[in-house]
């Protein structure tokens, strides 16, 4: 039996105690516990969520671990609900295939490969695919997509049953999964255990400095554990006997940082200017979280005061997506169905159940064409541009989106009721 929660009190880089609480969220249910219809008149489990900040090696990380045998053994997020998103990490493998992978072939495995969108596209290749991700239900679509996938958490012992039954890795890939494990020197013991003498680790982390940049607060939930900058992350990954190659940013999920590691020690230069940079904004200082504390406070106080106002103006209002992320935002803010009556989201397994917290029914985007909403609050904005192509008649008719966290850029709600 798995203890449901507990508290680590020392950096899961570093090892310092100490560490520094600098932004809370107060309570709140697990952000992908989407709730069936009747569980909701059951208590719902919530836990503490808070960033707490190691003054030590900059690393920031919440100081409550949720069981992972609770969050992820059965998931309802799916890669390949985003077109755009599955693209991104298409172009990825087939780059990280050209550059690390041998032409006479080799393993690529995947750590947290959800429903094998990544590598599927490179199936065709002449290479060997491997999956490793927990959530059984996600591995059965892997294998839809015939990509063999080892339902199970990625670990140092995992790593080296792959090396003995496949071989050693050409390349490893980790994509928005580094942040969801406890222990991380285990998963990168892991990583160099299973990598080839000349291979490459390639991963994707959201980036610190954006999350601080946009007060985007919603990517705080249980399911990130670790909220990376590049200086802890290098420290983290010599230790381990990683050496950090390259870093690049792409404007995905709010600002991705793409890692690209080898064996070794230390980091190019190029990664050295980096961190001078973090040095400069001052990322690893306390103050930067108090700032944003208050900038998400503020937030939080102008998303209501919105609501309440188009509720008053009877301005018929939807949330678009249920993200994550979507779950943070209406729970700290406090939008329950007075204000916020229902999302729509296009991912089937979604749909029909209610969001964690402020419970609304999750449905399918096309009941908008009836509903006829006036403006959607959108939760999924990391999708903005994928979303307003895909409703163009919602837009048409003179609906408008209103982005949850950043007021400056909120819509104008429409001067009367678009669906008059
Ligand atoms: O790290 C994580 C990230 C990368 O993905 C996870 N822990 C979980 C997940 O976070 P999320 O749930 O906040 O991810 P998304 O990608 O922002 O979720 C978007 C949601 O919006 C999905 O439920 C699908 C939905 N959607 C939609 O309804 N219509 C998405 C698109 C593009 C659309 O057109
Ligand atoms: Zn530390």
């Given at each position: 039996m798995h203890p449901t929660t507990w508290e680590r009190t020392v950096c899961r880089v570093c090892g310092a105690g100490g560490l520094a609480r600098v932004l809370s969220l107060g309570e709140m249910p697990p952000a992908n516990a989407l709730r069936a219809p009747a569980e909701?008149?059951?208590?719902?489990?919530?836990?503490?969520?808070?960033?707490?900040?190691?003054?030590a090696c900059g690393m920031v990380q919440l100081g409550h671990v949720v069981s992972p045998e609770l969050l992820f053994r059965s998931y309802l997020f799916v890669t390949s609900s985003s077109q755009r998103m599955s693209e991104h990490f298409s172009a990825l493998m087939a780059a990280a295939v050209d550059e690390h992978v041998p032409a006479s072939g080799g393993l690529v495995v995947e750590i947290g490969s959800n429903d094998g969108?990544?590598?599927?596209?490179?199936?065709?290749?002449?290479?060997?695919?491997?999956?490793?991700?927990?959530?059984?239900?996600?591995?059965?679509?892997?294998?839809?997509?015939?990509v063999p996938t080892i339902p199970e958490f990625f670990t140092e012992a995992l790593a080296a049953e792959i090396v003995r039954t496949a071989g050693a890795a050409s390349l490893v890939v980790a994509c928005n999964v580094l942040g969801h494990i406890d222990d991380l020197h285990d998963v990168c013991r892991g990583i160099r255990t299973l990598l080839a003498p000349r291979g490459a680790l390639v991963f994707e982390v959201p980036y610190l400095q954006?999350?601080?940049?946009?007060?985007?607060?919603?990517?705080?939930?249980?399911?990130?554990?670790?909220?990376?900058?590049?200086?802890?992350?290098?420290?983290?990954?010599?230790?381990?006997?990683?050496?950090?190659?390259?870093?690049?940013?792409?404007?995905?999920?709010?600002?991705?940082?793409?890692?690209?590691?080898?064996?070794?020690?230390?980091?190019?230069?190029?990664?050295?200017?980096?961190?001078?940079?973090?040095?400069e904004t001052g990322l690893a200082r306390r103050a930067t979280f108090d700032a944003m504390a208050t900038r998400v406070e503020d937030h939080r106080r102008g998303l209501r005061t919105a609501l309440t106002e188009l509720r008053e103006r009877r301005i018929k209002i939807a949330g678009y997506g249920a993200p994550a992320k979507g779950t943070v935002v209406l729970n700290h803010c406090g939008l329950g169905v007075d204000l916020l009556p229902f999302v729509v989201d296009s991912t089937p397994a979604k749909q029909?159940?209610?969001?964690?917290?402020?419970?609304?029914l999750i449905r399918p985007p096309s009941v908008l064409a009836d509903e006829k909403p006036d403006v959607l609050l959108l939760l999924a904005w990391n999708h903005a541009g994928e979303i307003r192509e895909r409703e163009a008649a919602f837009l048409a008719r003179g609906g408008r989106f209103l982005l949850p966290h950043s007021p400056a850029s909120w819509c104008e709600p429409p001067a009367q009721s678009a669906s008059r």
């Open positions: 909701l008149t059951n208590p719902e489990v919530r836990f503490p969520l808070a960033l707490a900040l190691c003054e969108t990544g590598l599927s596209s490179i199936k065709r290749r002449d290479v060997r695919v491997l999956g490793v991700d927990p959530a059984r239900n996600i591995a059965v679509l892997a294998a839809a997509r015939e954006d999350l601080v940049d946009l007060s985007a607060y919603d990517a705080i939930y249980h399911e990130h554990l670790s909220y990376f900058a590049v200086r802890p992350l290098v420290k983290l990954l010599n230790e381990n006997g990683l050496r950090l190659e390259r870093v690049e940013f792409f404007p995905v999920h709010g600002g991705t940082l793409r890692g690209t590691a080898v064996h070794g020690r230390g980091c190019a230069p190029a990664v050295e200017a980096v961190l001078s940079k973090e040095l029909g159940l209610h969001v964690p917290g402020t419970h609304q």
